[in-house]
């Protein structure tokens, strides 16, 4: 009796976290039961890997809390940051359906709590749930496209209007409304290289266009390092 109270705890505590995720929201517990029995949770602090760049690619995560850091590197140890996932994001978005590698490097910046699936057991959920299946396309589809916008912003824009629309598409992101909704704060701190190497350019690039910024009031970075931003001014100076 006691086993089968703590598996229905197990089964009801990672039913609760998956739910949180868009892709399983539409699903009822008992739908949710197949996932449930495969998936796993593991908890990670701040400097770890979940994995890198190159590896045999064995699991699917979705993030329950906490923020998790996409990045590849070249040969040279170059860093470009593909993206920062957060609580409802599931990664990586490459390699279903065929066997591949880790496309990427993935640390931790934040405490985090992941639900993992076995690629292969996932993708026999998908084959037996085809609505979930129509939602990780539309997913995977989203990604394409945030892609395919910024390569047209790093052909079609210089270092400082691509830093300036870095800044509009984090705000989107990560931005926590202030001063009644007239700007946005980043609910997460990046550095200035950590800007720099989301888009490609040096970080003595990005440091003097904040600066440019903070002096036209545009942004305003405080001692620990949080970005205030207006929004509004900001889209004006761009477009």
Request: proline content about 3%; charged content about 20%; some cysteine.
């Amino acid at each position: 009796m006691e086993k089968k109270g703590r598996l229905q705890m197990k089964t009801e505590s990672i039913f609760d976290q998956l739910y949180g995720v868009p892709l399983f929201k539409s699903l009822t517990l008992e739908e949710m039961k197949p996932v449930i029995n495969i998936a796993s949770v593991k908890t990670y602090t701040p400097g770890m890997h979940v994995f890198l760049q190159g590896e045999e690619l064995k699991n699917v995560y979705f993030i329950h809390h906490g923020k998790v850091k996409i990045y590849k590197t070249d040969l040279n140890g170059k860093e470009q940051i593909v993206n920062v996932l957060q609580a409802g994001d599931m990664f990586p978005h490459a390699g279903f359906f065929r066997q591949d590698s880790c496309p990427a490097h993935a640390e931790i910046i934040e405490n985090v709590t992941l639900i993992y699936i076995p690629i292969i057991l996932f993708e026999h959920f998908l084959i037996q749930h085809p609505e979930v299946c129509i939602k990780l396309f539309r997913v995977l589809g989203d990604k394409i496209v945030d892609l395919q916008v910024r390569l047209e912003e790093q052909i079609f824009h210089n270092s400082f209007e691509q830093i300036m629309m870095l800044l509009l598409r984090l705000s989107k992101v990560y931005g926590k409304p202030t001063n009644g909704g007239e700007k946005v704060t980043l609910t997460t701190n990046f550095t200035n290289r950590e800007l720099a190497n989301m888009i490609g350019t040096s970080r003595e690039t990005v440091s003097r266009t904040l600066t440019q910024l903070k002096k036209n009031n545009i942004v305003l970075v405080n001692s620990n390092g949080e970005i205030t931003i207006d929004t509004v001014a900001l889209e004006t100076q761009l477009f």
